[in-house]
């Protein structure tokens, strides 16, 4: 039987196997890494309802920081939760600082369709500067009600996976805020 010396065969060596689990780790590494790079880059909510109620009752309570209250789903889920109003009592400017278990931050209303819609800017800070938006479509039996959130999540991989669950997370909460519409409204 012939022992062949490692250093004669260099696909044995151990200094080659070490390089080669070592590329291995290192390109896994770089594929784990860049994989959330993948997913979109954008997270998008959005929830529909029928209200019997007029539009412009419904957009009066959604472009009023203190109308908005009178349905905020948050509320609901979060008794401490701190309101402080700012800007007119109406229309663009007007919104509401938040702190609460889900976060800190600002909603102000950013542009409005007299009657038919309503976009609003989140701040969140470093969580991001979601918008949302309300639409209000006259129909059979009231007014559809539409409530989106748009978030860009930039290149933050965690953002990205994130993403992913933001329409189960979040579409809960606008069901609730919907159904908190209708009554407020009624």
């Not at 979060?78 to 976060?103: C, E, R, T, W």
């Not at 800070?125 to 999540?153: I, S, Y």
């Amino acid at each position: 039987m012939t022992v062949q010396n490692p250093a004669q065969n260099p696909a044995k060596s151990p200094r080659r196997t070490l390089r080669q689990v070592l590329l291995a780790a290192t390109g896994a590494t770089c594929a784990i890494a860049l994989l959330p790079l993948a997913l979109p880059a954008e997270a998008h909510v959005e929830r529909t309802t029928v209200i019997d109620a007029e539009a412009s009752e419904l957009y009066a309570l959604v472009a009023s920081n203190e109308g908005y209250q009178r349905f905020n789903p948050y509320k609901d889920a979060d008794p401490q939760l701190q309101i402080d109003l700012f800007g007119p009592s109406s229309g663009v400017g007007s919104g509401f600082h938040f702190d609460g278990a889900d976060g800190t931050g600002t909603q102000t209303v950013a542009a409005v369709e007299p009657g038919r819609s309503v976009l609003m800017d989140i701040d969140l800070g470093p969580m991001g500067r979601p918008q949302q938006r309300f639409v209000f479509e006259p129909t059979q039996g009231g007014t559809r009600v539409t409530w989106q959130l748009d978030a860009d999540l930039g290149y933050n991989p965690l953002a990205r996976v994130a993403g992913l669950f933001m329409d189960d997370m979040m579409g809960t909460t606008f069901e609730r805020g919907l159904a908190n519409l209708g009554n407020a409204a009624t």
